[in-house]
């Protein structure tokens, strides 16, 4: 990975505000992935460096949620293979970080998983009109891959554009007329998503 997408332990805990212990206690309760902490060779010697944008995000989440449920709750919460909520197509629409003129491209009796979610939102994310985004989850949204996602997932479109879903922090090489429009962590975008929506579940519950 490019060391300019990349943050220092160091420079991490300044940022963000936390201690050695914390960040620590955190990989051990599987709130922050193993594989996010990185070798790298630096001036001082070796050092531990992390995914830049990832690591923030998460540990932002942590943070706002750590005092709502437990380090158990947050790690199945973070957690996007974890059983949990299924949705159907209708169900969608509660969703504003999808794109709502996906929709109508889905098969309307499928039940929908948050990985799957997590897929449809980074696409909504993309500088495609809502008429290219429909087709390009007409052509190739493929479900059962989106649900046991690992390593790198290329999703392309026309062989000249792809989205990426990368859970690893290797780096990603592609042909010169290639247009990459977006580079994903599958596994965080699910994760804001059920965290999001889990939270506002369980304060409308609180609330009834």
Same mark, same amino acid.
């Given at each position: 990975m490019n060391i300019d997408h990349l943050i220092s332990k160091k420079d991490l805990l300044a940022v963000m505000g936390i201690s050695y212990g914390q960040l620590y206690r955190w990989k051990r309760q599987r709130l922050i992935p193993e594989?996010?902490?990185?070798?790298?060779?630096?001036?001082?010697?070796?050092?531990?460096?992390?995914?830049?944008? #990832?690591?923030?995000?998460?540990? #932002?989440?942590?943070?706002e949620l750590k005092d709502k449920y437990s380090l158990d709750e947050l790690a199945r919460l973070l957690s996007p293979q974890a059983p949990g909520t299924e949705f159907?197509?209708?169900?969608?629409?509660?969703?504003?970080?999808?794109? #709502?003129?996906?929709?109508?491209?889905?098969?309307?009796?499928?039940?929908?998983?948050?990985p799957e979610l997590g897929f449809?939102?980074?696409?909504?994310?993309?500088?495609?009109?809502?008429?290219?985004?429909?087709?390009?989850?007409?052509?190739?949204?493929?479900y059962a891959g989106i649900r046991e996602a690992k390593g790198c997932v290329v999703f392309s479109a026309g062989g000249k554009t792809c989205l990426v879903f990368t859970d690893s922090a290797g780096a990603l %090489?592609?042909?010169?007329?290639? #247009?990459?429009?977006?580079?994903?962590?599958?596994?965080?975008?699910?994760?804001?998503?059920?965290?999001?929506?889990? %939270?506002?579940?369980?304060q409308k519950g609180s609330q009834g």
């Open positions: 594989e996010w902490f990185l070798k790298q060779s630096a001036y001082t010697g070796q050092e531990t460096f992390f995914p830049r944008e #990832q690591i923030l995000s998460r540990i #932002q989440s942590i943070l159907y197509r209708e169900e969608l629409t509660t969703f504003a970080e999808i794109d #709502q003129k996906i929709l109508g491209g889905l098969p309307a009796d499928k039940k929908y998983t948050y449809l939102s980074a696409l909504s994310s993309l500088p495609l009109s809502g008429e290219e985004l429909a087709l390009l989850v007409q052509k190739g949204f493929a %090489n592609f042909d010169k007329d290639v #247009q990459v429009l977006g580079v994903f962590s599958l596994d965080e975008e699910t994760a804001k998503l059920k965290m999001k929506y889990e %939270n506002e579940k369980r």
